[in-house]
């Protein structure tokens, strides 16, 4: 099995920053994507941030330009850098890694999600 660790959530005003982590661990044999998705209340959860193994990424609009992930591959973990941080940016963040674990069979793994709250 695959576990992920999330860390780095927290209460900021509008206009502040924070850094997002996730480690995985477990049976891995390789990761392919890692991202981050948020869930507001009341809200779908919703698709942030993904980067691939070879450092391609992609965003939702809502963050373009001032959300950023990055991924250390040696250390299995990927970050979110959240800058310019907004009231509605204000959700629990789920980390998640799409991997092949042993056996050698795919598995999606979540992590248990870090609040963001940002106030206006």
């Known amino acids: 099995q695959v576990q992920l660790v999330e860390s780095g959530g927290g209460l900021v005003q509008a206009g502040g920053s924070l850094r997002l982590s996730c480690a995985a661990s477990?049976?891995?044999?390789?990761?392919?994507?890692m991202g981050w998705h948020r869930q507001a209340p009341g809200k779908q959860r919703e698709l942030v941030a993904t980067?691939?193994?070879?450092?391609?990424?992609n965003y939702v609009d809502s963050v373009k330009g001032r959300f950023s992930i990055s991924r250390d591959n040696a250390k299995n973990t990927v970050y979110l850098q959240m800058d310019s941080l907004k009231p509605e940016d204000t959700a629990v963040y789920y980390c998640n890694a799409q991997t092949i674990a042993e056996p050698f069979i795919s598995y999606d793994a979540w992590g248990q999600g870090t609040q963001v709250t940002v106030s206006s």
């Open positions: 477990g049976s891995i044999i390789s990761i392919t994507s």
């Open positions: 980067i691939t193994s070879g450092g391609r990424t």
